[in-house]
């Protein structure tokens, strides 16, 4: 996340403030680029300035020197310049197969990246005997930049979905890094209910690493051994994205079933209901009971009927966007729109805003001068960076 490389590498703004007076980090060109404007469900206007386009991209993070990363679901990982143009590929990656859900994922820096050029990488990898069973894998490399590209060394696998199982789909694999250091990984059901609640394996779960991959001591079921004692919490069903506020707390999003997406702040050793509760029901029409038919679980701090599809996630910390600090930034897949909520000190919020352009939203960063930059879902997906305006 870009916050935490800001805060611990303050050269990054003086470096990207010189190719920008007005916007450090990915600047404008000469000459004004292709946009439009979006007026939002609370009255403001923002304006979406057209950067690059991409094949299903599915990630992005900034670098320290204001350039960026963008992975796409197919296993191209891309260097953009500071004009948020493709300046050229990162060699070196995982080979992925795209299906379904599942390739290429999330990308991020890890915490001393400036000192050793280290990167977390997720994606999905297939069984070696068994080609219909397939799990998210995240691994640690290191990464080397020229101006044109770059290249991956030293790759190494630090974790596992398990078990893998069939199908394509829920494979979460977002990632954050906390302000203690260690390492968020979210891992959906896959698709099969019943292994959010179990603790012999981490689907649907939300795991807490050190950076090197090894599980800490003091995670609320490390007594467990195994595979329990990397859960942070569990019940979850689809996380597709995760991030740590300025204050410290811990949010994750998640698409429930049909209906009864979720923004949940995430609290060591809580359960979060699925499948026993949602505010969704099954595809099939079956109901699911409700949160507040089962007090034990943790409620959502919001939910959303009819569904918004969730995407990436982003806890806002600049001032760019006046009165819009601390709030989260969810892109809305099937909504095709950029979602704004409120937060509270409660842990609970509200819906503030929706901003609609009529694509999905995968992807959403908060980038060092302050804009969000978007990335939109699917083959011809841009990358959009909004400011204020009309």
């Known amino acids: 996340m870009v916050k935490q490389i800001l805060?611990?590498?303050t050269g990054a703004l003086a470096l990207?403030?010189?190719?920008s007076e007005a916007a450090p980090g990915i600047s404008a060109e000469p000459g004004e680029r292709p946009g439009f404007s979006v007026t939002g469900t609370d009255g403001a206007v923002v304006r979406a300035e057209i950067l690059e386009k991409f094949n299903s991209p599915w990630a992005m993070t900034f670098l320290p020197d204001g350039r960026a990363l963008?992975?796409?679901k197919g296993g191209t990982i891309w260097l953009l310049n500071t004009y948020g143009s493709k300046a050229g590929e990162i060699s070196g990656g995982p080979t992925v197969e795209a299906r379904g859900q599942g390739g290429l994922g999330d990308i991020i820096l890890h915490p001393d990246h400036s000192e050793t050029g280290e990167i977390y990488l997720s994606?999905?990898?297939?069984?070696?005997?068994?080609?219909?069973?397939?799990?998210?894998?995240?691994e640690i490399a290191v990464l080397s930049l020229t101006e044109a590209g770059g290249s991956l060394s030293d790759r190494s696998i630090i974790w596992r979905q398990s078990p893998k199982v069939t199908g394509n789909g829920h494979y979460g694999h977002r990632m954050a890094i906390s302000p203690g250091r260690h390492l968020f990984i979210t891992s959906g059901e896959r698709q099969k209910f019943d292994p959010a609640q179990d603790m012999t394996g981490n689907l649907g779960k939300i795991v807490r690493l050190n950076l090197d991959g090894s599980v800490p001591a003091d995670n609320p079921f490390a007594n467990q051994g195994g595979i329990a004692a990397e859960v942070w919490t569990l019940g979850h069903r689809n996380p597709l994205g995760i991030d740590f506020g300025s204050d410290g707390r811990l949010w994750a999003q998640e698409m429930g079933p049909a209906h009864g997406d979720e923004l949940n702040l995430i609290v060591r050793g809580q359960n979060y209901g699925y499948p026993e509760v949602s505010n969704g029901d099954h595809y099939d029409g079956r109901p699911i009971p409700d949160h507040d038919t089962r007090p034990e679980f943790a409620a959502?701090?919001?939910y959303w009927v009819p569904a918004i599809s969730p995407g990436g996630l982003e806890i806002y910390e600049g001032t760019l966007f006046a009165?819009?600090?601390?709030?989260?930034?969810?892109?809305?897949?099937?909504?095709?729109?950029l979602i704004r909520v409120a937060l509270n000190n409660d842990g609970t919020g509200?819906?503030?805003?929706?901003?609609a352009w009529g694509k999905r939203v995968r992807e959403v960063e908060e980038g060092p001068d302050g804009a969000l930059y978007v990335l939109e879902d699917r083959d011809g997906g841009r990358l959009l960076r909004l400011t204020p305006g009309g």
């Open 350 to 355: 509200a819906e503030a805003g929706r901003y």
């Open 123 to 138: 994606y999905v990898e297939r069984d070696a005997a068994d080609d219909t069973l397939s799990g998210a894998v995240v």
């Open 300 to 302: 959502p701090a919001v």
């Open 70 to 72: 963008v992975t796409e």
């Open 7 to 9: 805060l611990a590498t």
């Open 16 to 19: 990207a403030a010189c190719v």
């Open 323 to 337: 009165g819009w600090t601390g709030n989260a930034f969810i892109g809305g897949l099937s909504s095709e729109a």
